[in-house]
């Protein structure tokens, strides 16, 4: 290890949080700390969630109109988070919210990509999250990003 490695500082610039809309309790840390971050540093911060595929059952995939309920339960999710991250003083914000799908491949997949952050924060999912096993998405998006994963309890 080189001496000058060392003292070089670690900063990130871009950062994304993926808020889970259906357990809002895994989210508020993560927020918190995101937007502290954020704010602190003065970084661009982009807020994300996906309607996950656990959350539509068959019988909301025949009724195109439960299915756009949940979308825009998602959207407002996200809006509302965007909204308290500006009264918290982030000046650069952003929210994002993706249609059904697996979270950590649609996260890997097609959020990273557009955003490219240097740092992700998840929230640990709690025991009411609808993943079963708590802080199984936060693992999975950790084990195979590409970049700093940070999450929060």
Do not use: W
Not at 73 to 101: C, L, M, P
Not at 107 to 131: M, N, R, Y
Request: negative net charge; aromatic residues 4%.
């Amino acid at each position: 290890m080189k001496n000058e490695e060392l003292s070089n500082p670690l900063v990130f610039r871009r950062i994304l949080l993926t808020i889970d809309a259906d357990d809002p309790n895994s989210s508020v840390n993560a927020f918190r700390y995101a937007v502290t971050m954020a704010h602190d540093y003065g970084v661009d911060l982009h807020i994300v969630s996906v309607l996950e595929d656990d959350d539509i059952n068959i019988f909301d995939a025949m009724t195109p109109g439960k299915i756009n309920k949940k979308e825009d339960d998602v959207r407002q999710t996200v809006e509302d988070y965007v909204e308290e991250a500006k009264k918290a003083g982030v000046e650069n914000v952003r929210g994002i919210s993706v249609g059904a799908g697996d979270v950590d491949d649609v996260i890997l997949d097609q959020v990273i990509p557009k955003f490219d952050p240097d740092l992700i924060v998840c929230g640990s999912d709690t025991e009411d999250a609808s993943h079963r096993v708590p802080g199984a998405v936060g693992l999975r998006i950790a084990r195979r990003a590409h970049v700093s994963v940070i999450v929060v309890r």
